[in-house]
């Protein structure tokens, strides 16, 4: 007989079954922040040094274009079944240290009432740009209950992925700002860069709007179980460090000094974020994402010895044969010795023509190579 029972006597009341599910999540909640990736973000040693891939889960795997066969980006983002294992993909593949969320940065957007759409070789395509006041009142603020696909996803992949993490992510008000203003991709900003420069008042509601449905969204995977999340300030980097201090800073900080009581370690990530890198660490982060113009030695020495790094090989080596890979590689993990912790990641996303066999092979040397 379990211990359990023991102490059972005639008249006393059965055992507390709620007790051992709490025992199992505790312990798993253990596991968790004591892998690898979750101890590197917090500037612990570990075994080796954690890797995942931003993008990962994509079209760089022949599994993936497989499952998304006639079926809609945003649509394979609010299917459970679908964001499941489409994120398990890779984390089955290549034996990554940590799993992202499979989802995109404009899902809340659509959820908090923007019609958009996310069109194969362009990215999201927002309907009706938001440029004036009136525009604004479109973007409601979101509850759990707008985006309760992604909380239910987060359940799954949890259970699913036992001793690995599941990291959360969401863009950050200054790139969603971007997309909703220009009404898609763009170069230079402009009409984004113009209301921010020339209609400060309303730039700031926009993007306290945005922070708001961030922060409800990256707080929705925070309660359902994710072990990290990432902001994504993909195009910070068009700005100057003033600007960036003046216009997103306070609002990207809002989002991630939200986080600081959820337990869980926040990346900040941008591109072409040079100047703006201690910014970012700033902002309320844990880990600061590089890409690969800076490396990580002297990134480290901007963003300070409280904060870890995530990067920073370029997406494009990954083209230039397994010797060159190899050798960045090896340049990569050395540079980032000098920070307090280090998880190896791309300086951007994985391209689509990548040859997934060659991220599994990068995967096994950086365990290598910084193992013991
Ligand atoms: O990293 C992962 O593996 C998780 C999934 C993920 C996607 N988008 C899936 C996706 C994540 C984390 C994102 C974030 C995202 N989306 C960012 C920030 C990261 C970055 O790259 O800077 C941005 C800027 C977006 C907006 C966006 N969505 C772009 C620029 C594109 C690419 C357009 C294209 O087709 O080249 C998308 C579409 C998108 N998001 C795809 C995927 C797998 C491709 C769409 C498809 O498979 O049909």
Redesign the pocket.
Same mark, same amino acid.
């Given at each position: 007989m379990g211990e359990e029972y023991a102490d059972l006597r005639p008249g006393s009341r059965p055992p507390r079954r709620r007790a051992s599910v709490l025992t199992w999540h505790d312990d798993a909640v253990t596991v968790l922040s004591d892998s690898p990736f979750v101890r590197a973000c917090r500037g612990l040693p570990g075994p080796h040094t954690p890797v995942w891939f931003?993008?990962?889960? %994509?079209?760089s795997l022949p599994e993936y274009r497989k499952i998304?066969e006639g079926i809609g980006?945003l649509e394979s983002c609010r299917r459970p079944d679908l964001v499941t294992e489409i994120t398990l993909q890779p984390v089955r593949r290549h034996g990554v240290d940590a799993a992202?969320?499979?989802?995109?940065? +404009?899902v809340p957007i659509a959820a908090a009432g923007i019609d958009l759409d996310?069109v194969?070789?362009? %990215?999201?395509v927002v309907a009706d740009p938001v440029r004036t006041e009136a525009d604004l009142a479109r973007l409601r603020p979101i509850t759990a209950d707008d985006v309760d696909f992604v909380a239910e996803s987060v359940r799954l992949l949890v259970a699913e992925l036992g001793a690995t993490p599941l990291i959360g992510?969401a863009?950050a008000p200054f790139?969603l700002a971007s997309y909703l203003i220009e009404g898609g991709?763009s170069r230079t900003y402009l009409k984004t860069k113009a209301m921010m420069y020339g209609a400060p008042r309303l730039w700031h509601a926009l993007l306290t709007r945005l922070a708001d449905i961030t922060l409800a969204f990256l707080r929705t995977q925070v309660d359902a179980g994710v072990s990290a999340v990432q902001l994504?300030d993909?195009w910070a980097g068009a700005l100057s460090e003033a600007d960036y201090r003046e216009f997103v800073m306070p609002h990207s900080a809002r989002v991630l000094g939200g986080l600081a009581d959820a337990g869980v370690p926040r990346i900040h990530f941008g +591109?072409g974020t040079a100047v703006l890198l201690e910014a970012m660490g700033e902002a309320g982060a844990d880990v600061v994402g590089v890409d690969w113009r800076t490396p990580l030695d002297v990134a480290t020495r901007r963003i300070g010895p409280d904060r870890a790094v995530q990067g920073n090989l370029d997406p494009a080596v990954l083209f230039a044969g397994w010797e060159v890979v190899e050798r960045e590689a090896r340049r990569v993990l050395e540079q980032g010795r000098a920070a307090p912790g280090h998880v190896f990641n791309l300086g951007? %996303?994985v391209m689509p023509e990548t040859d997934p066999d060659i991220l599994t092979r990068l995967v096994a040397l950086v365990h290598e190579a910084s193992a013991g």
């Open positions: 931003m993008r990962q889960a %994509g079209r998304r980006m992202i969320l499979f989802s995109d940065i +404009v996310i194969a070789g362009t %990215g999201p992510f863009g790139t991709p994504f993909s +591109v951007h %996303g």
